[in-house]
């Protein structure tokens, strides 16, 4: 009787239990808890020729720049590919691919690719051996064979008629 009677004014007073830390896989509501939807993604390297390092699962919102683990080493994913088949008039999709670089050699050719395009870079219309440089080059050495009053042998005039 007691206890029906403290009861009774705790539930006047407003006073409620304490409820008890969630269970794991479960919200405050006991409701499900549930983390981003997962897919199931064949991984390859992006280099050739290409090996598989398996099948796993990942959050589907996963994109190209993302950093994966796999097998105690990371990876950095260089693109993801959706593959589909028809299928009584209908396309299914069939496969989806990961292609990812270590994450050691991505970011040396992020490094090789910002020293590339940096102010001190050789350019392609820089380089001595671009086409646009050879004849530009040649233009040169004749005029300076003009100014020099070398006057070349007869095939150059023959070419120049």
């Known amino acids: 009787m007691a206890a029906l009677a403290s009861s009774s004014r705790a539930l006047a007073l407003g006073v409620r239990a304490a409820r008890p830390p969630p269970a794991s896989g479960k919200d405050a509501a006991g409701n499900k808890k549930r983390g981003p939807k997962q897919t199931t993604y064949e991984v390859k390297r992006s280099t050739p020729p290409q090996p598989s390092l398996g099948t796993h699962k990942f959050p589907s919102n996963t994109h190209c720049g993302d950093t994966i683990e796999l097998r105690n080493r990371f990876f950095v994913v260089d693109k993801v590919t959706y593959h589909y088949s028809l299928q009584y008039g209908k396309y299914k999709r069939d496969d989806t691919r990961l292609y990812v670089q270590e994450a050691t050699r991505y970011l040396l050719n992020k490094h090789l690719d910002a020293l590339l395009e940096g102010d001190d870079a050789v350019k392609d219309d820089e380089r001595p051996g671009n086409a646009a440089n050879r004849a ?10 003009k100014k020099k009053g070398e006057g070349g042998d007869e095939n150059d005039e023959r070419r120049r008629v």
């Open 136 to 145: 530009e080059e040649s233009k040169k050495r004749e005029e300076e064979k």
